[in-house]
Nanobody, 122 residues
């Protein structure tokens, strides 16, 4: 069982930056791949970024490539999402998720946090 708690969301102007964090309560954090997803009102939950066990592999949605960076600190049981050059269309609830192997499909992830709201004003 893995419990995930996101933090770091908020209101930011277009062009600004935010860093999201996701803390995991498990003794085997390094055994899990982590992903970030987002869901805007009235839309499906979409993949944003994912990172493998020790960070050797990362994947990004085309819409965030070059602007967002996923990283992890296994010593702190935490995964991060650095978001730069934010756009109004990045507004959504952001969720982190965990599974044994890296994946990009929402349905593949087993453990989910409750999300953190990110709002980008124009």
């Amino acid at each position: 069982q893995v419990q995930l708690v996101e933090s770091g969301g908020g209101l930011v102007q277009a062009g600004g930056s935010l860093r999201l964090s996701c803390a995991a309560s498990t003794r085997t954090f390094s055994n899990y791949a982590l992903g970030w997803f987002r869901q805007a009102p009235g839309k499906e939950r979409d993949f944003v970024a994912a990172i493998s066990w020790v960070g050797g592999s990362t994947y990004y949605a085309d819409s965030v490539k070059g602007r967002f960076t996923i990283s992890r600190d296994n010593a702190k049981n935490t995964v991060y999402l650095q978001m730069n050059s934010l756009k109004p269309e990045d507004t959504a609830v952001y969720y982190c998720a965990a599974r044994p192997f890296i994946a990009t499909m929402t349905a593949d992830y087993v453990y989910w946090g409750r999300g953190t709201q990110v709002t980008v004003s124009s």
